[in-house]
């Protein structure tokens, strides 16, 4: 028998069953059948003849079994109780004949031998297995138990907690800049920093049973007869304790932590594998919500599971052609000139009504999807461009920046239509910036070098300041429409876009106000010196027929009014 068959052993119903009995029960019963296997056996040898027929060897089937329960003391035991009872056992049962000392001697050593080459075998075996065993539950690079000894501890938990009707709580916690500190100091410095935040956890509260490691950058606390509402007080503990200075490598640390969480109340029936899955789903809506800590609940896997719809639906609309691109023109103040327009995604389902990008772009920009269907978005502006004048912007996203072959394909999809590359703008936003501007900057840079416009949207918005206009390679700069919405109101308002328009003529960039909807709105940004604008008082985006009509009706009945509301 190797390892790999005791384990499968270990692995069958009834061995589990065995396994859950108490340890005095456990003994109290295997101790019960040896010694009925004995009785058995003395039995047969008798009813067969004596020792002179080959039964007695029917004896070493109790010694084999006490080698494999009790190792080599128990096998010795066993061995001296079958030689005794088979010394005691006459030659001939029917005659009465002794055996010969040299006879029953000789069995007795035999037995004996058996039993400690067997218990020998057996215990090492069992010190295998058990140090297999061991190594199977424990991460090798930090120590801590791993995601089969918690399965397993949880398994336990359950059932335990489910007989006594007590609740069982699980949190997920995961280092979010642990790459900052593989990349700074190294693996084994990740792996101590995770050791040592596990160490300070397990004493952070009594309801803690233990941690383990689940990834490299993920730990689980196992928590027992918990409560929903003392999560939030652990959470909270866990995270100020998690972020406190970590000395690793001589080197402080204060790390960035966020936590997921879930609890089976008594009346519930989970497996482990579904508390885990609640667990992450709680840490993922902590990371998107850029939160410290999420508690589980039923909206977030409900959101989960439509999410994952809706990207598969996305990706069969953009496979049948559902995706349109609608132009919202740009008019340039100084002469009321169509000076170019934005390209907006538009999705029209199977009943031919619009999906407003709202309800899919934020979910598809998290997603690899965002590059096909930017593909689809540069595809159509650059075959817009060929059949009308003027500049038009498309919207690129953090994802985009980081594919070098997307951005070598806009260039080429320019190339390919025959177009300046002037013509073509892209838009970035300052959070996409700043989520890596070494990479942002660098793709940019091969952008400008080829010809293409770019342009910061939603200027104003970001949380960076405006260090980072020095160093992109930008031609323009979009002023977010909340500093448009109460330019009629306040002059406050005023002054503010006054400074952003300013800033951006500081450094000879185009500046275009968005969200325009009124004429005075127009008015002011005229006077302020803003050099174009976009909004629903110009026009709302428009399918490309509607674009066209549009452009041709604009001189003779918009721009009029629109050219003494300036003035």
Not at 271 to 277: A, D
Not at 488 to 507: F, P, Y
Request: hydrophobic fraction near 45%.
């Amino acid at each position: 028998m190797d390892t790999s068959v005791l384990s499968r052993f270990t692995q069958c119903t009834a061995y589990r069953r065995f396994e859950a009995l108490p340890p005095h029960a456990r003994q109290a019963l295997l101790l019960l059948v040896l010694a009925l296997l004995l009785a058995l056996g003395t039995l047969v040898v008798y009813l067969t003849g004596g020792t002179r027929y080959a039964y007695p060897y029917l004896m070493l089937v109790p010694v084999l079994m006490a080698a494999a329960f009790f190792g080599l003391s128990g096998a010795l035991v066993a061995g001296l109780a079958a030689g005794g009872l088979m010394a005691v056992m006459p030659l001939d049962t029917i005659t009465y004949q002794s055996q010969p000392t040299f006879n029953w001697v000789l069995r007795m050593g035999l037995y004996l031998f058996i039993a400690g080459v067997a218990g020998s075998a057996f215990s090492l075996l069992k010190h295998a297995h058990a140090a297999s065993e061991i190594i199977a539950r424990r991460d090798p690079s930090s120590g801590l138990p791993n995601q089969v000894a918690l399965e397993e501890a949880l398994s336990r938990r359950l059932a335990y907690a489910g007989s006594l009707r007590q609740g069982v709580g699980l949190i997920l916690i995961r280092i979010t800049d642990i790459a900052d500190v593989l990349e700074a100091l190294g693996p084994e410095a990740s792996d101590t920093l995770v050791k040592t935040i596990a160490e300070r956890m397990r004493h952070q509260d009594p309801l803690i049973v233990d941690v383990y490691r689940f990834s490299g950058a993920e730990i689980f606390v196992l928590l027992d007869g918990s409560d929903p509402e003392r999560f939030e007080r652990i959470a909270s503990r866990l995270v100020e304790a998690g972020e406190e200075n970590l000395i690793v490598q001589d080197v402080p640390l204060r790390v960035q932590l966020a936590l997921g969480s879930s609890y089976r109340s008594a009346s519930e029936q989970l497996t482990p594998e579904e508390l885990i899955r609640r667990s992450r789903i709680a840490l993922l809506a902590a990371v998107q919500k850029h939160r410290s800590h999420c508690h589980y609940s039923k909206d977030m896997a409900s959101h989960t599971l439509d999410t994952v719809k809706l990207i598969a639906k996305v990706r069969r609309g953009l496979e049948e052609g559902q995706f349109e691109l609608h132009y919202q023109p740009k008019l340039r103040l100084a002469d009321g000139q169509i000076c170019g327009c934005e390209g907006l995604i538009r999705w029209r389902n199977e009943d031919g009504e619009l999906i407003s990008p709202a309800s899919f772009m934020p979910k598809v920009e998290s997603t690899s999807l965002i590059n096909p269907v930017t593909r689809f978005v540069a595809q159509s502006a650059c075959r817009f461009a060929t059949q009308h004048t003027g500049v038009v912007s498309i919207n690129l996203s953090v994802r985009n920046l980081q594919d070098s072959d997307l951005v070598d394909e806009i260039k080429a999809l320019v190339t390919r239509n025959g177009i300046e590359p002037q013509r073509l703008e892209v838009e970035i936003t300052e959070s996409a910036l700043m989520h890596d501007m070494f990479i942002a900057k660098q793709a940019l840079e091969s952008l400008r070098r080829f010809g293409v416009r770019v342009s910061i949207d939603d200027f104003g918005t970001g949380f960076s300041s405006f260090e980072y206009l020095q160093h992109l390679p930008i031609t323009g700069l979009k002023i977010d429409r909340a500093f448009v919405k109460n330019l009629a109101s306040s002059e406050r308002a005023q002054r503010l876009m006054a400074c952003l328009i300013d800033v951006g003529h500081a450094l000879s960039l185009e500046v275009t106000a968005e969200g325009v909807e009124t004429l005075e709105q127009h008015r002011i940004l005229c006077r302020l010196g803003c050099d174009q604008a976009q909004g629903f008082l110009y026009a709302r985006p428009l399918h490309v027929v509607d674009y066209a009509h549009w452009c041709d009706e604009h001189v003779a009945a918009s721009w009029p009014t629109l050219k003494s509301a300036g003035t």
